[in-house]
């Protein structure tokens, strides 16, 4: 059975820090593509970052210079390192995992970011 379980997720302050984890299991994890995707409320799925199996990484506009993502493929975990939050970041961030032929969701941790 596969599992991709988020966490790290809070109420932070504009301008402050979160990092986030998805753990998976039930995958060679080191095979997967892996996508970090968030959804604030009214708007649509939106893809935040992405890092491929073999370490390559993509970045949306909106976060290129403020957030990091990265995997440690001995723990089976990917990450999203949020710097220099604003309160357009406010969503449910999602963990996407691509397979061969498969893909699959996590169920999501909220982000709030407010003063």
């Known amino acids: 059975q596969v599992q991709l379980v988020e966490s790290g997720g809070g109420l932070v302050q504009p301008g402050g820090s979160l990092k986030l984890s998805c753990a998976a299991s039930?995958?060679?994890?080191?095979?997967?593509?892996m996508e970090w995707y968030r959804q604030a409320p009214g708007k649509q799925r939106e893809l935040v970052a992405s890092i491929r199996n073999t370490g390559s990484t993509n970045y949306a506009d909106s976060v290129k210079g403020r957030f990091t993502i990265s995997r440690d493929n001995a723990k089976n975990t990917m990450y999203l390192q949020m710097n220099s939050l604003k309160l357009e970041d406010t969503a449910v961030y999602y963990c996407?995992?691509?397979?061969?032929?498969?893909?699959?969701w996590g169920q999501g941790t909220q982000v709030t970011v407010s003063s």
């Open positions: 996407f995992a691509k397979i061969i032929y498969s893909n699959y």
């Open positions: 039930g995958i060679t994890f080191r095979l997967a593509n």
